[in-house]
């Protein structure tokens, strides 16, 4: 059982930054396999970056290879997507997911998952 609450959205410009944090409580971290998606309004929800539970393997979708960055730092229990070069596309709710793992695989299929954040709002304004 794993507790994760995103924080780090906001409003920001076109072209601009930002930070989302996923802060995770309850058992191990290390344990997880950890993921972002979002969603946008009208649309269903997309996989956006995905990291093994040591943090030795992530893996970004097509669209946000360059821009975005995936990390965790497991001493302090937390997820970070670092998010540049955003654009008016990017606006979502964005969301973190944890699989409790054995092994060393990550994960793209919002199935695969059991545990999710409540989301954080993206809304780059162009």
């Known amino acids: 059982q794993v507790q994760l609450v995103e924080s780090g959205g906001g409003l920001v410009q076109a072209g601009g930054s930002l930070r989302l944090s996923c802060a995770a409580s309850?058992?191990?971290?290390?344990?997880?396999?950890m993921g972002w998606f979002r969603q946008a309004p009208g649309k269903e929800r997309e996989f956006v970056a995905a990291?093994?539970?040591?943090?030795?393997?992530?893996y970004h979708a097509e669209f946000v290879k360059g821009r975005f960055t995936i990390s965790r730092d497991n001493a302090k229990n937390t997820l970070y997507l670092q998010m540049s070069s955003l654009t008016p596309e990017d606006t979502a709710s964005y969301y973190c997911?944890?699989?409790?793992?054995?092994?060393?695989?990550?994960?793209?299929?919002?199935?695969?998952?059991?545990?999710w954040g409540q989301g954080t709002q993206v809304t780059v304004s162009s």
């Open positions: 997911a944890a699989k409790y793992v054995t092994g060393t695989g990550i994960y793209t299929q919002e199935y695969h998952y059991d545990f």
């Open positions: 309850g058992r191990a971290f290390s344990t997880y396999a």
């Open positions: 990291i093994s539970r040591s943090g030795g393997t992530t």
